[in-house]
């Protein structure tokens, strides 16, 4: 077919995934705000498992009936992937990013979560044999080079260390390899079963995990239950129907479309989005340094995208 102007046009225009996607970095950029407001009276594992266990219920109220016919067949195979995902994406990600931000501050922690991009497209690489092209490896590079830079113009001092640094680095390395494990390992469970399914039975397992965990760990009692306010609801609320149910099921119906290393370089948005919505709702300023990183990270999506 001869391309026509109106053709040109179209190929310019988002597609229905990348805007979803764009949705997924807009919502986890808001997760930061509503952390903020849950971190100085709630205790971080309960926060964690209430958020998952607010989507899975909401999971499985909206449920197609296809989907709910289907989790009947689920093999022993695809049940070990499911106990996979909700143990690395749900349960150890919280875990080490909870009580990695206890050692370091959270724009350090946002500086080692933005290498996310290209590990995943590395690993989708070497074990999903992914192609990496020149424009993907130009536009994963672009992309943490702005989340690099709109980081550190935020907060310069992220890059400072210290006796007790370490472990937290190590904790938030710990977030990568899980992310990128949920990210990566989840296609083949995607197109067994779908997407909606694959989020909801890691979602619920890593529920169960984490209740335990907050049982033991004592963040899980009674008097901790009953000091939520309506603040905090509101803040759970928001990270579980949106930032969790919502946007978890977005983000895997990308994996399943343009595979996860497209679908990774959309992370690098959430710093962008997290420091616009710090000026809009906390007033905090935005700086031309942080501007030209957000550009570069734009750059970066659509040189990977091509």
């Not at 001092?157 to 494990?181: E, H, P, R």
């Not at 197109?191 to 890691?202: C, K, L, M, P, T």
């Not at 209740?211 to 603040?231: H, K, P, R, V």
Request: charged share 10%.
């Amino acid at each position: 077919m001869p391309v026509t102007k109106n053709n040109r046009n179209k190929t310019w225009l988002p597609s229905v995934t990348a805007l979803t996607l764009i949705g997924v970095a807009l919502i986890w950029g808001g997760t930061f705000i509503a952390g903020k407001q849950l971190a100085y009276s709630t205790p971080p594992l309960l926060s964690a498992f209430f958020r998952f266990l607010i989507a899975s219920i909401v999971l499985a109220l909206c449920l197609p009936r296809k989907e709910k016919a289907q989790k009947k067949t689920l093999d022993a195979a695809q049940k070990f992937r499911i106990l996979i995902l909700g143990l690395f994406g749900i349960f150890l990600y919280n875990v080490c990013f909870f009580y990695g931000l206890q050692y370091i501050s959270a724009s350090r922690a946002s500086l080692i979560v933005a290498i996310n991009p290209a590990v995943i497209a590395l690993s989708a690489f070497l074990f999903m044999h992914e192609r990496l092209t020149l424009s993907k490896l130009a536009g994963i590079a672009a992309c943490l080079i702005g989340a690099t830079t709109i980081i550190l113009s935020k907060d310069p001092s992220a890059i400072v260390t210290n006796a007790t640094t370490w472990k937290g680095d190590l904790l938030l390395i710990g977030c990568v390899i899980s992310w990128v494990t949920y990210s990566v390992f989840s296609k083949p469970l995607i197109s067994e079963i779908g997407a909606i399914n694959a989020v909801f039975y890691s979602l619920t397992t890593g529920s169960v995990m984490l209740f335990f965990a907050a049982l033991i760990n004592g963040d899980l009692t009674i008097e901790n239950i009953l000091n939520l306010g309506l603040s905090q609801l509101l803040s759970l609320s928001f990270l579980g129907i949106l930032g969790s149910a919502l946007a978890y099921v977005w983000y895997y119906k990308g994996i399943e479309k343009i595979g996860a290393t497209r679908t990774g370089v959309y992370i690098a948005l959430v710093p962008l989005f997290a420091v616009t919505l710090g000026r809009i709702i906390l007033h905090e300023p935005i700086t031309i340094i942080m501007m030209i990183g957000g550009l570069s990270v734009l750059a970066g999506i659509v040189l990977c995208n091509k």
